[in-house]
């Protein structure tokens, strides 16, 4: 759906074409990516628990504030963040990435 300020544009110029896309508010990208992170930095800074998760929530809130999204895109969006941030944490732990990793260093 159309963001609540309204109508708005990707502007991009391909080889001397200029295309405009629409730039739709669902779901809200900013809150995925800072929602993603939530459970690695969970993980590796156990203590901090309670800022990361302030920290999302500041991030989130403020596209409402911004008029960027609606609290449903938000929460839509920190939704699919925090379930990737699972998975990928997850998957990593499954193919033990990390010893690959720190392994050659």
């Known amino acids: 759906r159309l963001r ?3 109508e708005s544009f ?7 074409l200029a295309l405009n ?3 739709y508010s669902f ?3 900013h809150s995925a990516m800072v929602f993603c992170v939530l459970p690695i930095l969970d993980k590796e ?4 628990k309670l800022f990361w998760i302030f ?3 500041i ?3 403020s596209r409402i504030y911004l008029n960027q999204h609606y609290l449903s895109d938000v929460i839509a969006g920190g939704i699919i963040g925090y379930f990737t941030g699972v998975y990928i944490l997850k998957l990593g732990e499954k ?3 990390h010893k690959a990793i720190f392994h050659h260093v």
């Not at 990707?10 to 001397?16: A, D, H, K, Q």
């Not at 800074?45 to 901090?48: A, E, P, T, Y």
Request: charged share 15%.
């Open 4 to 6: 609540p300020m309204g």
């Open 10 to 16: 990707f502007s991009l110029n391909l080889l001397g």
């Open 21 to 23: 896309i629409p730039d």
């Open 27 to 29: 779901p809200s990208v």
């Open 45 to 48: 800074f156990k203590k901090l």
């Open 55 to 57: 920290f999302a929530l």
């Open 59 to 61: 991030i989130a809130l």
């Open 95 to 97: 193919h033990e990435i």
